[in-house]
């Protein structure tokens, strides 16, 4: 199964909708996410723009192998505790608002099961540090994940839209 990596708004817009479902009828996922968000930073709206008809052009999809390989790089560099938004994952979702916060939380939902909310802009620093150690000698796999989730962090913080990690 693979992991896609995209920025873009979590409810999607009317232009990117299926046929027939309307503005005011979320996905029920896509409203659970959106809600724990503003619990979780007890805003009474979200800092971007949801739903959102803009979207980023920065798209990949790697193996959870790849994804597994960054990890481990940050392991070996010693370098764990100052990279929670680039080792936190959920199973299926995870979601890095255009925000600025120390460390991922998770959340639960009916629908959508669980998910994690990091940082955007933590996410970059934290890849930005990652890759001063990225050479010709780190896997292609590993460089390619990292090249892509950094243009995506970038891309987000350029947007202010999230960047998904979905399963």
Avoid at 91 to 101: G, N
Avoid at 133 to 161: C, F, K, P, Q, Y
Wanted: with cysteine; charged share 25%.
């Amino acid at each position: 199964m693979g992991i896609s990596i995209s920025v873009e708004s979590i409810v999607v817009s009317e232009s990117r909708r299926r046929p027939g479902a309307t503005v005011d009828h979320l996905d029920p996922g896509q409203d659970e996410v959106i809600r724990a968000i503003l619990d979780h930073f007890g805003w009474k709206e979200l800092p971007w723009e949801e739903p959102s008809h803009r979207v980023g052009t920065t798209r990949g999809s790697f193996s959870h192998s790849s994804f597994s390989g960054l990890a481990t790089l940050v392991y070996d560099l010693d370098i764990e505790d100052h990279c929670p938004h680039v080792l936190e994952r959920d199973t299926y979702c995870t979601f890095h608002i255009p925000v600025d916060f120390e460390r991922p939380w998770a959340g639960k939902g009916g629908q959508m099961g669980s998910f994690v909310i990091g940082s955007s802009p933590r996410l970059l620093t934290e890849l930005e540090v990652v890759g001063t150690s990225i050479d010709e000698h780190t896997r292609g796999n590993v460089r390619d994940v990292w090249e892509v989730l950094i243009a995506a962090a970038r891309e987000s913080a350029a947007l202010n839209l999230p960047l998904q990690l979905l399963w």
